[in-house]
């Protein structure tokens, strides 16, 4: 179906970029409203396309009357839809934080520019229907991460965000080439007619797609060795950033990976295999995300500092939906949902609580965790609530991501089943650092008297933030067939490649 008004999801935010940067007396008094508000009609109307998604199915937006396959074109489907309305609530949290307990209020204008630019990039990807716009928004995306990073202004900051220039810079280049290729051997950047055409071009064509497309979002899916950015990033950067870089910014690479490796190249079906090269592309993929597993998991256990801690833990679980994901069964595909979802509302909560127990600590380690029971009551239960959730406690999202995942790889015994050791590893490895976080807060400090001065007021914007998301994690635990249904409907989506090239190819005839 023809839904042409799902473009306001793009265009909104970025005429809303230009407003809030202008000068003026009474936009400069108001941008802040104008911020909210353009955040708040995003999420309201991604509702809304939701709603008649669910009546009438995909949704095709058409620019410029140039049918699919040509021209620009958004696809808004369950899918897309679904990721995009939770990507628009951590959004929101970040915001609220951002616009009401900021230390940098003589930038806030400008920061509001490029954090509507950041929303309008990750709309275009999610909704994207060609390859062309995927990489023109990926840019701007990527610059938009490098100046939030660096907005602290400090050491870590400024390191991290240098870092994620140069892996970054490079991810774009291979995304280029692999483009370039694509229009090159097939006359095409629409990703319909690509899924339609990728089976038959040449086994060396395919390898160097496949691996040129996905060298290009591993720095974003913080999988090691592309994610020597991530230790200085989330040190350095504010709480806000913090919550953006784990909530949304991993997760919208997730997206581009199940869309490419899926819709695209129809993964696990898609023939790998030469007389003279032979390639088992899951053994390939399975081996690398285990080693990002291990490698991020034991820099979290080793670290000291408790945003390195929580970011390497989040880089690992992103490595474990990959992992899922590289099965290439629907209960491989369901678990990485779970895990997904999981990390979407508890990721953002463990970095907001966590820095509220360490507010008014000079240095940022376990040891600013003592005694936070009693100094930061309220967000050390957010914290303890949080990690339960993430780390997979029974009927939690996470608990049925986990057991589904052991499911899909010891339901059939064969040398893939040996990769089951690298998840136990990696739960025993999470359950003990978290467990030594959570121990750490019950734990009296001795040092304690000297800081008697330090103010422990109540952010309302923390708290606010907080609230809404321990009420998400509360809703999921309680009603767990809400997201039971959603999962088999995304599955029976991204599983069936023909429904999607049919109903976009099919509207370009008319």
């Known amino acids: 179906m023809n839904y042409n008004?799902?473009?306001?999801?793009?265009?909104?935010?970025?005429?809303?970029?230009?407003?809030?940067?202008?000068?003026?007396?009474?936009?400069?008094?108001?941008?802040?409203?104008?911020?909210?508000?353009?955040?708040?009609?995003?999420?309201?109307?991604?509702?809304?396309?939701?709603?008649?998604?669910l009546k009438y199915g995909n949704l095709i937006t058409i620019i410029g009357n140039y049918h699919p396959p040509f021209?620009?074109?958004?696809?808004?489907?369950?899918?897309?839809?679904?990721?995009?309305?939770?990507?628009?609530?951590?959004?929101?949290?970040?915001?609220?934080?951002?616009?009401?307990?900021?230390?940098?209020?003589?930038?806030?204008q400008k920061i509001s520019s490029v954090l509507l630019l950041y929303l309008a990039?990750?709309?275009?990807?999610?909704?994207?229907?060609?390859?062309?716009?995927?990489?023109?928004?990926?840019?701007?995306?990527?610059?938009?991460?490098?100046?939030?990073?660096?907005?602290?202004?400090?050491?870590?900051?400024?390191?991290?965000s240098i870092k994620y220039l140069l892996i970054s810079s490079i991810g774009s280049a291979l995304l280029l080439f692999a483009i370039g290729?694509?229009?090159?051997?097939?006359?095409?950047?629409?990703?319909?007619?690509?899924?339609?055409?990728?089976?038959?071009?040449s086994f060396f064509s395919k390898c160097f797609i496949i691996f040129f497309l996905m060298g290009s979002i591993l720095s974003e899916l913080e999988v090691f060795p592309f994610n020597l950015w991530i230790s200085d990033s989330y040190a350095g950067a504010k709480n806000f950033?913090?919550?953006?870089?784990?909530?949304?910014?991993?997760?919208?690479?997730?997206?581009?990976?199940?869309?490419?490796?899926?819709?695209i190249f129809n993964y696990p079906s898609i023939?790998?295999?030469?007389?003279?090269?032979?390639?088992?592309?899951?053994?390939?993929?399975?081996?690398?995300?285990?080693l990002s597993i291990i490698v991020n998991q034991l820099v979290a256990l080793t670290s000291k500092n408790i945003k390195r801690i929580l970011a390497f833990s989040s880089a690992a679980t992103i490595s474990t939906i990959l992992f899922a994901l590289t099965s290439g069964t629907k209960s491989g595909f369901s678990s990485a949902i779970l895990l997904i979802i999981s990390t979407i509302i508890s990721k953002p909560l463990l970095?907001?609580?966590s820095h509220q127990i360490t507010k008014g600590k000079m240095e940022k380690n376990l040891d600013s965790f003592k005694n936070g029971i009693n100094r930061k009551r309220y967000f050390s239960i957010l914290f303890i609530v949080s990690a339960i959730f993430f780390t997979g406690f029974p009927l939690t999202p996470a608990f049925f991501g986990k057991l589904m995942l052991f499911y899909t790889y010891a339901s059939k015994l064969n040398y893939y089943t040996y990769f089951i050791i690298?998840?136990?590893?990696?739960?025993?490895?999470?359950?003990?650092?978290?467990?030594?976080?959570i121990h750490k807060l019950f734990i009296k400090d001795e040092t304690e008297r000297e800081n008697k001065n330090i103010k422990n007021n109540l952010s309302i914007s923390y708290f606010v933030s907080g609230l809404t998301m321990i009420s998400i994690l509360i809703i999921f635990f309680i009603f767990p067939n809400i997201y039971e249904k959603v999962i088999t409907k995304m599955s029976e989506e991204i599983f069936n490649q023909k429904e999607y090239i049919q109903t976009i190819l099919k509207l370009g005839e008319k």
Do not use: H, W
Not at 87 to 92: A, G, N, P, S
Not at 279 to 287: A, F, G, S
Not at 422 to 437: D, P, Q
């Open 71 to 108: 021209g620009i074109n958004l696809v808004s489907s369950f899918f897309s839809i679904l990721f995009l309305i939770a990507l628009y609530i951590v959004f929101l949290i970040s915001a609220i934080i951002f616009i009401f307990k900021n230390d940098t209020k003589n930038n806030q």
């Open 241 to 263: 950033v913090n919550i953006l870089l784990s909530g949304i910014s991993c997760v919208v690479s997730l997206y581009i990976f199940i869309r490419m490796f899926f819709t």
């Open 181 to 201: 290729y694509i229009y090159a051997i097939l006359g095409t950047l629409n990703l319909a007619e690509i899924a339609l055409n990728f089976e038959k071009i």
């Open 351 to 353: 970095f907001l609580s």
């Open 422 to 437: 690298v998840i136990i590893f990696s739960i025993t490895v999470e359950f003990f650092y978290y467990f030594r976080m």
């Open 121 to 160: 990039s990750f709309s275009e990807i999610i909704l994207t229907g060609d390859l062309f716009n995927l990489f023109v928004f990926f840019e701007i995306f990527s610059i938009s991460n490098i100046i939030i990073i660096s907005l602290k202004n400090e050491k870590f900051s400024l390191k991290g």
């Open 271 to 290: 023939s790998l295999y030469s007389y003279n090269f032979p390639l088992d592309i899951k053994l390939l993929l399975l081996t690398f995300f285990s």
């Open 5 to 53: 008004t799902t473009v306001l999801l793009i265009i909104i935010p970025i005429l809303s970029s230009f407003l809030v940067y202008m000068p003026v007396g009474l936009i400069k008094k108001s941008f802040k409203i104008i911020f909210l508000a353009t955040i708040l009609f995003n999420l309201l109307f991604s509702l809304k396309i939701f709603s008649v998604v």
